[in-house]
């Protein structure tokens, strides 16, 4: 096991974690969380030995594999297969003396060689490094390409791969589902939850920690707190935690403040002098307790455009593509005000590309796109965070593009995106990814866009402001098109789903679980062998037959469960705000029969609809389940 006790770590003379005790035992898959800067990495590093502890111990087995995704791959003339190959280092190591062995002609060794290849599994090894770069998206044409030819984002694939190559105890991995599209996140997630070994984990991907991970280790004011569970599980306990200790805080405030006025009351009185400084000496040694703080550092929201279009921006019988070669043929789509369209598809399939003929940065090969009198598109892509002027400050990008504006007015916006103080005149070029992605997006919002196209805004941000933009994203007018990995912003955020698919654009039938199995069918049928294929492909499309029927009866219902969902859960919230006014005694402090009258009326008809709700919600799942 990894046993730590009382250990302390700091990062440039900072400290970072204080006096953490935990054990994390075999097998178990953690999710390291906290917010950015609170020492995650550095607690990696330690256990991959390039950091050492300022005080107390953490132990783990002497003899385990540690494996973790290097961060920089240099331009290597090596095959992408063997690059990932490589990541089985004992493989690789049998592989030399076998060469060694037939050289010598040393029989005996040779059958001992042969007898560990097959022990670790080295006959399939090739086998499973492809099927390694096949998940993450890779097609067999890349397996041969040198290393040097990939991208920066298809060069962290390639060491993703490698380390999942690795046949370890240890699995190290830092936002792995960065740089990977849905389809490569969605395959990741079941290769983790097959894995064996220990698996500790930095992500902000709340689903795919919810998916894989069944402990939390929450990094937090210079304390390392676990929690049994997976990541809904934690913000649940937690959220139980601080509510509890707001409670004991607010009891001992309470209690002090009756301690203070009795000791200045009585402390000049000869008769009770005693009592008020056994009253002092209580107070002097009262253990004080926090108030609860969960504040985010984010606030922030989407400027309200000067105008709208209806529709927006439209695509008729389009086709785009590249040097005059049509990645996508016949696109009609009608974007308007408030549409949340989330695109869905294979890597490669062509997403982006209809994105930048959306934001027109592509010309339609065929076909037309029109645009509305008022159109003013957002688009966020990585390449416009790449292109960030290195040193200059975001306020200075901010002045550029808004030089009339007041220097105040700025700086307190850019504080709703936790640009603050020195942050605000600090060079970008030293920003962390995370960090010139909030400043791309503070930049955008500021230019009160009223279509936001929006490709993978979620790689490098943290949870807080991954909630942050989602909300924003729930509360604008703007129409939104959304290309993301993050299953949850897709979930909250768009209310239609567009499959891209070969080398076409339609609504998708379903939901995302409906998209991970229509995936999951669309790698089965790649493997199939080709004497089948026709006879599966007949039985695919009267399977998608059938469930096409299935979703048209299904649809109205689960259109109304998640109507009388949000419904119930406003109700419920508006329940708890009168539950706590009518719980605090200030209420009853100034009597005001009439208005606790109205909040008892109020109390009485939403228990009614919250009831009504509740029972339709169950016969409409009744009636869910009965169609299967």
Not at 113 to 129: K, Q, S, T, V
Request: charged share 30%.
């Amino acid at each position: 096991m990894i046993l730590s006790r009382n250990l302390c770590f700091a990062r440039g003379g900072e400290a970072l974690v204080e006096d953490a005790s935990f054990q994390l035992h075999p097998g178990w898959k953690i999710g390291l969380v906290g917010a950015n800067g609170c020492g995650k990495s550095s607690f990696l590093a330690l256990l991959r030995g390039e950091l050492h502890a300022e005080r107390g111990d953490l132990e783990m087995p002497p003899r385990w594999t540690v494996a973790h995704v290097a961060q920089d791959t240099p331009a290597l003339p090596d095959a992408a297969l063997e690059f990932v190959l490589d990541g089985d280092v004992e493989l690789r190591r049998i592989e030399r003396d076998l060469a060694a062995a037939e050289s010598a002609h040393d029989g005996h060794k040779l059958g001992e060689l042969h007898g560990r290849l097959d022990e670790i599994g080295g006959y399939a090894a090739r086998a499973r490094a492809a099927e390694l770069l096949h998940g993450l998206g890779f097609a067999d044409a890349d397996f041969t390409r040198p290393v040097a030819e990939f991208s920066g984002g298809w060069r962290v694939r390639l060491n993703l791969g490698r380390a999942l190559m690795c046949r370890s105890d240890l699995l190290l991995l830092d936002e792995p589902t960065n740089h990977l599209d849905l389809d490569a996140v969605l395959w990741l997630e079941g290769w983790l939850r097959s894995y064996g070994g220990t698996l500790i984990m930095i992500s902000h991907d709340r689903d795919f920690l919810d998916a894989v991970v069944g402990h939390t280790l929450h990094i937090e004011n210079r304390r390392m707190t676990l929690y049994a569970g997976n990541y809904s599980a934690f913000e649940r306990t937690r959220a139980e935690r601080l509510a509890a200790q707001q409670s004991m805080h607010d009891a001992q405030q309470r209690e002090i403040a009756h301690l203070e006025k009795y000791v200045e009351r009585f402390r000049a009185k000869a008769t009770k002098a005693r009592q008020a400084q056994s009253r002092i000496k209580a107070l002097e040694h009262m253990e004080r307790i926090a108030a609860a703080h969960v504040d985010t550092p984010f606030t922030f929201r989407f400027l309200e455009p000067p105008g709208f279009s209806d529709p927006l921006l439209a695509l008729e019988n389009a086709a785009v593509g590249y040097s005059g070669k049509s990645v996508l043929e016949g696109v009609t789509l009608t974007l308007r005000p408030g549409a949340r369209l989330g695109l869905l598809g294979r890597n490669g399939a062509g997403k982006s590309t209809l994105v930048k003929l959306l934001t027109s940065e592509l010309a339609p090969l065929a076909g037309t796109r029109i645009e509305g009198r008022h159109l003013a598109i957002g688009y966020f892509a990585q390449h416009q965070v790449e292109s960030l002027r290195p040193d200059e400050s975001p306020l200075q990008h901010l002045v550029r593009q808004e030089p009339g504006t007041r220097e105040q007015e700025l700086r307190d916006y850019l504080g709703g995106f936790d640009f603050r103080g020195d942050m605000a005149e600090a060079a970008c070029g030293r920003f962390s990814g995370g960090e010139k992605a909030r400043l791309v997006l503070a930049l955008l919002i500021r230019r009160k866009p009223n279509l936001l196209l929006l490709d993978e805004p979620t790689n490098h941000l943290d949870l807080e402001m991954r909630e942050a933009l989602t909300l924003a994203l729930q509360e604008t007018e703007a129409g939104v098109v959304l290309v993301s990995h993050d299953r949850h912003l897709l979930r909250t955020t768009c209310d239609e789903l567009w499959l891209v698919a070969d080398g076409r654009v339609a609504p998708f039938d379903g939901d995302l679980d409906d998209y991970a199995a229509w995936l999951a069918a669309q790698r089965t049928a790649a493997k199939a062998p080709d004497a089948d294929k026709s006879a599966r492909r007949e039985a695919r499309a009267q399977a998608a037959a059938e469930r096409r029927d299935l979703l048209e009866k299904r649809r109205p219902l689960l259109k109304e469960a998640e109507k009388l969902e949000k419904q119930l859960a406003g109700w419920q919230a508006e329940i708890a705000q009168i539950e706590t006014r009518l719980a605090d005694p200030a209420t009853y402090a100034v009597p005001d029969t009439p208005a606790l009258e109205k909040l008892n009326r109020r109390r009485a008809e939403l228990d009614a609809a919250v009831d009504a709700a509740e029972s339709r919600w169950l016969e409409v799942h009744e009636a869910l389940e009965g169609l299967g």
